[in-house]
C-alpha cells in the first residue's frame, strides 16, 4: 500500500510540473500580408499541446494558449512556423514558478525540459513570470551573437549539453534552451 501511494505521488507530481508553461508570444519574420498568418496560425493549431492563438496583423505576432497538464515543445513550435515558410524572430514564454531557484550561466533541469539562464540575477521566481528563449532558431544572429558574450559554455552554440554541462548533472545530447528574464 506504501508503494501505492508513493507511486501516486510522484504521478501527480509530474503532471504538475508539465502544465507549468501558461502562454507564448510568438513574433514571425518574413510576413507580408494576412494570408501569410493564416498559414502559420492553421499550422500551431495542429499542435497538441496548443489550446488558443490570437494573431495580431499588425506585429506579425501571435498570442499562443497552451493546454494545462500538456508538455509544451519548443522546437516543434519552431518547426511548424517554418514548415509554414517562415521563421522566429522571437518568443517570448510565460510560465507558473512556485519557488523556483534560478542562476546566471546554470542550467535548470524543470519538467520535462532543461534550461540555461543567462544575463539573469540569481534569484527565486515566483508566480508567473516571462521568459525569451535566446537559442539560434528563435532570435536573430545579432542578439545570439550578443548573448554568445553572457555565457562560456558550449551549450549556447549547439543547443545540447556538452562536456561543460556534466557537473550540473546534465546528461551528454540533452536539448537546452537558452533562456533570460
Not at 31 to 50: D, E, G, P, W
Not at 113 to 140: A, W
Not at 155 to 176: F, H
Amino acid at each position: 500500500m506504501k508503494h501505492f501511494v508513493l507511486a501516486l505521488v510522484l504521478l501527480v507530481s509530474v503532471q504538475v510540473a508539465s502544465a507549468q508553461y501558461t502562454k507564448a508570444r510568438l513574433q514571425a519574420s518574413g510576413l507580408t500580408c494576412a494570408m501569410c498568418s493564416n498559414a502559420i496560425n492553421k499550422a500551431l493549431q495542429t499542435l497538441s499541446f496548443v489550446e488558443s492563438i490570437e494573431t495580431d496583423l499588425n506585429l506579425s505576432a501571435f498570442e499562443v494558449v497552451f493546454k494545462g497538464g500538456q508538455q509544451v515543445d519548443f522546437d516543434q513550435i519552431r518547426r511548424k512556423v517554418e514548415g509554414a515558410g517562415f521563421s522566429v524572430a522571437q518568443l517570448d514564454v510565460w510560465a507558473q514558478f512556485d519557488g523556483v531557484r534560478v542562476q546566471n550561466d546554470q542550467h535548470l533541469m524543470w519538467g520535462n525540459q532543461t534550461l540555461h539562464f543567462i544575463n539573469v540575477k540569481n534569484q527565486v521566481l515566483q508566480g508567473e513570470q516571462k521568459f525569451t528563449l535566446l537559442d539560434k532558431y528563435f532570435v536573430p544572429a545579432k542578439d545570439l551573437k550578443k548573448y554568445s558574450t553572457y555565457t562560456r559554455k558550449a551549450c549556447y552554440k549547439s543547443g545540447v549539453a556538452e562536456n561543460c554541462c556534466s557537473q550540473e548533472g546534465v546528461p551528454a545530447q540533452t536539448r537546452i534552451f537558452h533562456v533570460t528574464i
